[in-house]
């Protein structure tokens, strides 16, 4: 049977309500580090946990494979489930009200969301690609700068999610058009990549 299109309304009261921890404790075996918890990934196979959960932002992010996203997402990539399955089944779970759409709302308020979310999505992988970076060995001269020169805490970096862009516009274009197959006009809407003025590349 086809999921009836949510309303807004239904969909940002999931939002409000769901709690990453609480989602993700259900499937990983979570343990506590600073404000953290960290566990083994569910998304590729590991003996060493570098599956980091931060309830402060709800997001989650792997340092091993590079995934990451709140606790909708986590539920979409796991279960391959769509985004009105998982907040229908998020609704229920924390007995949030369901509304639904009159049909001839459904096509554009659908086409607003879907953008939104999408925008939301980039930007937090972005976000997730430029602090796995900084862990990496080409990140190590500005690791180094943040914990020696500016004295910020391990703690601190993770948490305000400061990263490092490594050169070249062609790494994060790889990254997001070519490796997780996002469309280019997708990250020139939000600001990510822009052509340059010559027409050749970003």
């Not at 939002?15 to 343990?31: E, F, G, N, P």
Request: net charge neutral; aromatic share 12%.
């Amino acid at each position: 049977m086809e999921i009836p299109r949510l309303h807004p309304d239904t969909i940002e009261e999931v939002k409000q309500k769901i709690d990453i921890y609480d989602v993700i404790s259900d499937y990983v075996v979570l343990k506590k580090r600073g404000k953290d918890y960290v566990g083994l990934c569910p998304f590729h196979g590991e003996k060493t946990p570098s599956f980091s959960v931060s309830p402060t932002k709800q997001v989650y992010y792997c340092f091993g494979c590079a995934e990451g996203g709140n606790a909708i997402k986590f539920l979409m990539e796991l279960g391959k489930q769509s985004f009105s399955d998982v907040i229908f089944d998020l609704a229920r779970r924390y007995q949030v009200p369901i509304k639904t759409l009159e049909p001839e709302q459904r096509q554009e308020l659908q086409r607003q969301l879907s953008l939104r979310e999408q925008l939301y999505e980039i930007l937090a992988l972005t976000a997730n690609f430029y602090q796995h970076a900084l862990y990496q060995n080409q990140g190590e001269i500005a690791l180094n700068y943040l914990k020696k020169k500016r004295q910020l805490t391990e703690e601190t970096i993770r948490q305000f999610q400061l990263g490092y862009a490594p050169g070249g516009w062609e790494t994060l274009y790889r990254y997001l058009i070519e490796q997780k197959h996002y469309p280019i006009h997708l990250a020139e809407a939000a600001g990510l990549i822009s052509q340059r003025k010559t027409g050749n590349g970003y």
